[in-house]
Antibody, heavy 120, light 110 residues
Framework: EVQLVESGGGLVQPGGSLKLSCVAS????????IHWVRQASGKGLEWVGR??????????TYGVSVKGRFTISRDDSKNTAYLHMTTLKVEDTAVYYC???????????WGQGTLVTVSS | QSVLTQPPSASGTPGQRVTISCSGS????????VSWYQQVPGTAPKVLIY???QRPSGVLDRFSGSKSGTSASLAISGLRSEDEADYYC???????????FGGGTKLTVL
C-alpha cells in the first residue's frame, strides 16, 4: 500500500522555524520528485517547492512566496523528505502536503497533510 | 490570483455532464502537461487526469480531460452526488520554474 505520512506540524511564533517530515512507503521513493504543496483554510492549493531525484542532482526549486526562507531536502536511504521552514510568517499558516511525482512510470501520491499554524 | 484560471463554481444534476475549464498561457498549459485533481474537503487531493487526458488506474471513465492551445478542460459525465468536491487543474510553468495550480472549482450536485 502506498503511503506518504507528514509530521512535524504545530504552532510556531512569527519569525520562528519548523521542520516537516514526509515518510514514504509502498513505492520507489528514490525515483520520484518530491513536492510540497500547502493549503490555507478555505483557500486553494499553493505549490511550495520541489526536490528532484539523484540523477537530476537533487535540484530544488521554490515558489516565490517561500524562496529564501524554505529549504527542501531528502534522504533516500530513509525514504524521507523534509521541508525546513524559517522566518515564518502568519501567512504561512496552512495544511502542508507532500506529493511524490514521476512521469514514467506515472506516480502522483499525496500525504494526508500536516497543519502549521503561525501565530503569537 | 492564480496563474491558471478556473471558474469558482459549477453545478449539475445527477446524470448530467459537466465541464470545468482551465485557462493558462504559453509558458504553462501551452507547453506542458495538465493534471486534474479532486479534493473532498478535509482530505488530500486525488489525481483524476494526468498528461492532459490520461486516467490513472482506478479512476472511472466518467472523468475525461482535454487540452487545446493554452486551455484545458475536465469533463464529468453521469454526474453523481459523490462527485461533489473541489477540482483543481495544475501544470508546470517554464517561466516561473514551478508548478502552478488553478484557483479551484467547487462542484455542486443539485
Amino acid at each position: 500500500e502506498v503511503q506518504l505520512v507528514e509530521s512535524g506540524g504545530g504552532l510556531v511564533q512569527p519569525g520562528g522555524s519548523l521542520k516537516l517530515s514526509c515518510v514514504a512507503s509502498g513505492f520507489t521513493f528514490s525515483a520520484s520528485s518530491i513536492h510540497w504543496v500547502r493549503q490555507a483554510s478555505g483557500k486553494g492549493l499553493e505549490w511550495v517547492g520541489r526536490i528532484r531525484t539523484e540523477p537530476n542532482s537533487y535540484a530544488t526549486t521554490y515558489g516565490v512566496s517561500v524562496k529564501g526562507r524554505f529549504t527542501i531536502s531528502r534522504d533516500d536511504s530513509k525514504n524521507t523528505a523534509y521541508l525546513h521552514m524559517t522566518t515564518l510568517k502568519v501567512e504561512d499558516t496552512a495544511v502542508y502536503y507532500c506529493r511524490a511525482g514521476s512521469p514514467n512510470p506515472f506516480v502522483d501520491h499525496w500525504g494526508q497533510g500536516t497543519l502549521v499554524t503561525v501565530s503569537s | 490570483q492564480s496563474v491558471l484560471t478556473q471558474p469558482p463554481s459549477a453545478s449539475g444534476t445527477p446524470g448530467q455532464r459537466v465541464t470545468i475549464s482551465c485557462s493558462g498561457s504559453s509558458s504553462n498549459i501551452g507547453t506542458n502537461y495538465v493534471s486534474w485533481y479532486q479534493q473532498v474537503p478535509g482530505t488530500a487531493p486525488k489525481v483524476l487526469i494526468y498528461k492532459n487526458n490520461q486516467r490513472p488506474s482506478g479512476v472511472l471513465d466518467r472523468f475525461s480531460g482535454s487540452k487545446s492551445g493554452t486551455s484545458a478542460s475536465l469533463a464529468i459525465s453521469g454526474l453523481r452526488s459523490e462527485d461533489e468536491a473541489d477540482y483543481y487543474c495544475a501544470a508546470w510553468d517554464d517561466s516561473l520554474n514551478g508548478r502552478v495550480f488553478g484557483g479551484g472549482t467547487k462542484l455542486t450536485v443539485l
